[in-house]
Each structure stands twice: as structure tokens, then as C-alpha cells.
């Protein structure tokens, strides 16, 4: 993989090479051929889908239902009614809590997520608790941030009914064993959600291998549009599923007193929808599948080994997670002795450095650390050794520059 040559699709890569953007946890920066897919779809065919039997409206139906067929193909749905198209991964998690949460929990149920959630997985199981009289479970990581099988068989019981658990943390980039955690649960009776925004960028996912009945994940995460995300569920478990939104497109038939729904999967698609944003999401698939997962991985390991070796040699940063660079799928979280991590933010801008620093959207697991804040670093496979090398030199500076 010449990296040269990829940088060269992205034009804000391109264009700014003093940049380096090492905040790809939050956000991954697009190849020109997704805001040129994006582009296309408004300037061809810039009508409704599923609405209209004219042709730009039948060729806006035509992509958006594409877009859904190269969703499915990246996961390995058995169909693309599978999915649904959402604005993020946390619509996706409500959409699952206000649905089947609502009908599967009652009083003394209980709900088991882990300490390692984002907060967009954790809010929704906490209200639902809340308003059902149920228990929320926490599973807590070792050392390293893995959820072990004694932890997990341990709190998941015949009383749980539903459990959420994140497939990669977006604070310490393990990857937790999901297949093995989704078969305890199912013995238990339970359901199983996967948060998979930090999975689907630099993994293969195959959510019938790991039977995940329900897996959400984000567009802008792996490339794409903002606005656009995406909640896989089991076609049966659709099938049940009440809508989350009513209105205009999810219905079949309405009268003053009663409707019926639309068929999966436009019955979760209320309203008019994101369809450029789902055809920019399929074009970063694509442009993903031909780069290769194991191009990604490749190139990931061997930043973040560099990175983590060159980290471990200052010895006021303190690196959160797994010992491995491998387990960290290129996010490295970490705090400097005497240094807040926006003060580590903020001067790292100055240089022209961007990484992400606060709670991340996590703070029981920052709890659990015993840390208020950290900085973070997230790589993706379109950066490079030099941009490592200048991020260290950079981070050396930064004490320097605190008086140090």
C-alpha cells in the first residue's frame, strides 16, 4: 500500500501536509469520490426515493437501495432488509432501547452493558431502567481493558434480558469478544447489542458469525457523510419490532383510526431520507474494500507499535489499555504527568496537531481509571511514519512549553 498515493484522495490531506490529524476516533477524513457520490446523487437524480414513479425519483430509489445492498455486503447481513439507514450510531442504540427495550424489560429485569461503553450506549439502557423499574449490570475490564469470561458469565443471568456491549472501545481501541459474550447471553435468554462505530472502519465484521442480534455503526466514522448510520437487526427481530418514528414513507395504509406499517426496512425509515448521505457511505465502503482490511491493519500496527514504542520512552506518559499495539486498532489514549490533557491539546494545535482530549464520551470509564480526563490519539491507515515521528517530537515539546 503506497500511502503517498492514497493521501493524494483526500483532498484535505492533500492539500494541508503540515496537518496531523490523529482524531480519527471521532472523525475519518473522505476520499474525494464520497462528496463526488454525494454530489452525483443531487446532481442526477435529486428527487425522493420510494415516492415518485418518474425517473429521477426511480433513480434516487435505485441508489439509495444500492447504497443498502454494499451496507449488507460489508457486514455480512443474510439480507439487505437487514438494514436500516439511521443519522448515527446513537439514533441506531435508541432505536433499539425505545423498541425492543420497551416490550422485552419490565420491573426486576436487568440490563447488562460494560464500563467500557460510550455514553451513547450507556444512556439509553440507564432510562429505560429507570422507567421499567429494572437493574442496570455493570461488567468491569481488567488490566488491560478486556471484558473476561469470568466477568461476563458472572453477571449475565436469566435475569437479563437485553445486553449492550461496544465491539472496539473508543478509549482504549480493545476488542471485546463479542461472539463468545453474544452465546453465553442467548443461553441466558438475553438479546444482544453491539455499538460497532469503532469496529467497522478497521475490521472485517461479520455479524452472523458473531450473532449479534442487533450491531450499529456510523458512516463518518469509515469515511462517509455525516448524518448518516446505519442499525443492522436479525430479520425476524425486525419482523416484531414496532416502529421508533411514525410519519410519512413507514406506513402501508392509514385511516383516521389505525395504520399499518411498511415492510422492513422502510417501517424504521420515517420521513424523508438521508439518500446522498447513504450513497456517500457506500462509496467510502467501497473505497474501504479496495484498499483491503488487512492493508489497514497492517498499516495501523505498524503506526501504533511506532507510536507506543516512542511514547514508552518518555516517562512522564502513562499509555491506557493493552500492553500489545495490535489489540489497540490505533487508538492510544494516554495523560502527561503535570500536564491537563487540553493543555496537551491545545498546545499540540499550536504545532498543527490534532487529538482529542477529555472524557471521550466515557466517563464511568474514566471513573473506573480513576482519571478525570485523557488525551487521545487515533490513527487510521492513511497516516504516516513521518506524521508519527513529528507527533513525538511534538509531544516532547509540549512539557517544555508548560514550564517543564
Keep these: 500500500m503506497d500511502v503517498s498515493l492514497i493521501r493524494k484522495d483526500f483532498p484535505i490531506l492533500r492539500d494541508h501536509p503540515e496537518v496531523i490529524y490523529f482524531d480519527n476516533a471521532a472523525t475519518a477524513q473522505r476520499p474525494a469520490c464520497v462528496t463526488e457520490a454525494v454530489r452525483a446523487f443531487y446532481d442526477e437524480t435529486n428527487a425522493n426515493p420510494l415516492r415518485g414513479l418518474y425517473d429521477w425519483s426511480i433513480g434516487a430509489t435505485a441508489r439509495y437501495e444500492a447504497a443498502r445492498e454494499v451496507t449488507a455486503s460489508l457486514i455480512g447481513a443474510s439480507r439487505p432488509e437487514e438494514i436500516i439507514f439511521t443519522r448515527n450510531t446513537t439514533e441506531s442504540l435508541n432505536l433499539v432501547a425505545r423498541t425492543q427495550g420497551m416490550e422485552r424489560i419490565g420491573e426486576g429485569d436487568e440490563i447488562v452493558i460494560s464500563v467500557t461503553e460510550h455514553h451513547s450506549d450507556i444512556l439509553p439502557w440507564q432510562i429505560l431502567c429507570k422507567k421499567k423499574g429494572a437493574t442496570l449490570v455493570w461488567m468491569e475490564p481488567d488490566e488491560e481493558g478486556y471484558i473476561t469470561k469470568e466477568e461476563y458469565t458472572s453477571k449475565i443471568t436469566k435475569k437479563t434480558k437485553i445486553v449492550a456491549i461496544g465491539h472496539v472501545s473508543n478509549v482504549l481501541g480493545v476488542m471485546q469478544p463479542v461472539k463468545e459474550i453474544a452465546a453465553h447471553a442467548h443461553e441466558c435468554g438475553a438479546i444482544v447489542v453491539v455499538d460497532g462505530a469503532q ?97 489497514v491493519r497492517t498499516q495501523e500496527e505498524t503506526l501504533t507499535r511506532r507510536l507506543m514504542e516512542g511514547m514508552r520512552r518518555l516517562p512522564y506518559i502513562r499509555i491506557y489499555g493493552a ?18 490533557p487540553h493543555d496537551i491539546s491545545s498546545v499540540l494545535n499550536e504545532d498543527k496537531v490534532c487529538v482529542r482530549a477529555g472524557h471521550h464520551c466515557a466517563q464511568p470509564l474514566m471513573q473506573f481509571l480513576k482519571v478525570g480526563s485523557t488525551a487521545r490519539a487515533s490513527l487510521y491507515f492513511y497516516n504516516t511514519e513521518d506524521e508519527v515521528d513529528r507527533f513525538l517530537m511534538h509531544l516532547e515539546g509540549v512539557r517544555k512549553v508548560m514550564g517543564f
Design 323 to 340: 500492553k500489545d499495539p495490535a489489540s489497540h486498532h490505533g487508538i492510544v489514549t494516554f495523560t502527561m504527568e503535570g500536564v491537563h
Design 199 to 295: 469496529a467497522v472502519p478497521h475490521t472485517e465484521v461479520d455479524v452472523k458469525d458473531l450473532d449479534a442480534d442487533f450491531y450499529a455503526f456510523s458512516g463518518h466514522k469509515l469515511m462517509g457523510p455525516f448524518g448518516i448510520g446505519v442499525l443492522y437487526g436479525k430479520y425476524a427481530l425486525l419482523e416484531e419490532t414496532e416502529p421508533f418514528l411514525t410519519g410519512g414513507e413507514m406506513i402501508e395504509y392509514v385511516t383516521r383510526t389505525e395504520a399499518t406499517w411498511a415492510e422492513i426496512p422502510h417501517k424504521f425509515e420515517a420521513g424523508t431520507v438521508n439518500a446522498a448521505g447513504a450513497c456517500g457511505m457506500a462509496e467510502a465502503i467501497r473505497y474501504l474494500q479496495g484498499i483491503g482490511f488487512e492493508a
